[in-house]
């Protein structure tokens, strides 16, 4: 029977934020973004760290870091960091347990599902590099005032949304994630893994009612 398997990315299939590393390696490069990103820091960094207004902080260091380009100039750029990734001139790597996991999925023939809260062309890019047979999801951009800002952000709730709209349901059998702000889409799951081990992560997931959740050390 084909089962859907439901993976986060960032903190997940890889050990660090792909968003965060590409934004960061278009602004350094350019001595106007950076000193533009450093203006703003202060602001949009917290925004960014507290869930109601990630979307607006992440916004801006977007913008920041994707001004003048043109939609192909903005998949190219991610297709450049995507190279760079593979040819491992990056800090980002996939996680081996991770790859391991997905792998199984894919070998027994279930559906797997990326879902992000990184851009889809992003997203997109880095995944293809793996080779595997998966559907990514991601967050929505569009142009703004002559670069590029979030559109649909695919965190939380979201997240199952987009995999409604995709055609996936409501519920899926195998949910994976480092972060409990993806507690939508582990509640939706029959197992739900948070890819944190030890008894912290267990104790988490029994005060968000998990009961049949398990923690994973990836």
Same mark, same amino acid.
């Given at each position: 029977?084909?089962?859907?398997?439901? =993976?986060?990315?960032?903190?997940?299939?890889?050990?660090?934020?792909?968003?965060?590393?590409?934004?960061?390696?278009?602004?350094?490069?350019?001595?106007?973004?950076?000193?533009?990103?450093?203006? /703003?820091?202060?602001?949009?960094?917290?925004?960014?760290?507290?869930? =109601?207004?990630?979307?607006?902080?992440?916004?801006?260091?977007?913008?920041?870091?994707?001004?003048?380009?043109?939609?192909?100039?903005?998949?190219?750029?991610?297709?450049? =960091?995507?190279?760079?990734?593979?040819?491992?001139?990056?800090?980002?790597?996939?996680?081996?347990?991770?790859?391991?996991?997905?792998?199984?999925?894919?070998?027994?023939?279930?559906?797997?599902?990326?879902?992000?809260?990184?851009?889809?062309?992003?997203?997109?890019?880095?995944?293809?590099?793996?080779?595997?047979?998966? %559907?990514?999801?991601?967050?929505?951009?569009?142009?703004?005032?002559?670069?590029?800002?979030?559109?649909?952000?695919?965190?939380? %709730?979201?997240?199952?949304?987009?995999?409604?709209?995709?055609?996936?349901?409501?519920?899926?059998?195998?949910?994976?994630?480092?972060?409990?702000?993806?507690?939508?889409?582990?509640?939706?799951?029959?197992?739900?893994?948070? /890819?944190?081990?030890?008894?912290?992560?267990?104790?988490?997931? =029994?005060?968000?009612?998990?009961?049949?959740?398990?923690?994973?050390?990836?």
């Amino acid at each position: 029977m084909t089962m859907l398997a439901v =993976f986060d990315m960032d903190g997940t299939l890889l050990n660090g934020d792909s968003t965060a590393l590409w934004l960061w390696e278009r602004v350094k490069r350019s001595p106007a973004r950076l000193l533009a990103t450093l203006a /703003v820091a202060l602001v949009a960094i917290p925004m960014v760290a507290v869930p =109601f207004t990630r979307r607006v902080g992440a916004s801006i260091l977007l913008w920041i870091a994707t001004a003048g380009l043109s939609e192909e100039q903005l998949l190219g750029s991610c297709e450049e =960091f995507a190279r760079t990734f593979a040819e491992e001139r990056q800090k980002l790597t996939w996680k081996p347990r991770a790859l391991a996991a997905l792998d199984s999925h894919v070998a027994a023939g279930d559906r797997v599902v990326v879902v992000t809260a990184a851009p889809t062309c992003l997203a997109n890019a880095l995944l293809r590099t793996l080779g595997r047979d998966v %559907q990514v999801l991601g967050t929505s951009l569009k142009p703004g005032l002559g670069g590029w800002i979030a559109n649909i952000h695919c965190r939380n %709730q979201r997240k199952c949304q987009a995999l409604a709209e995709a055609g996936h349901g409501a519920r899926w059998a195998y949910a994976y994630t480092d972060s409990l702000d993806d507690l939508p889409i582990l509640r939706a799951a029959d197992k739900p893994v948070i /890819v944190k081990g030890g008894k912290a992560a267990e104790r988490r997931l =029994f005060r968000a009612g998990l009961q049949n959740g398990r923690a994973a050390a990836w």
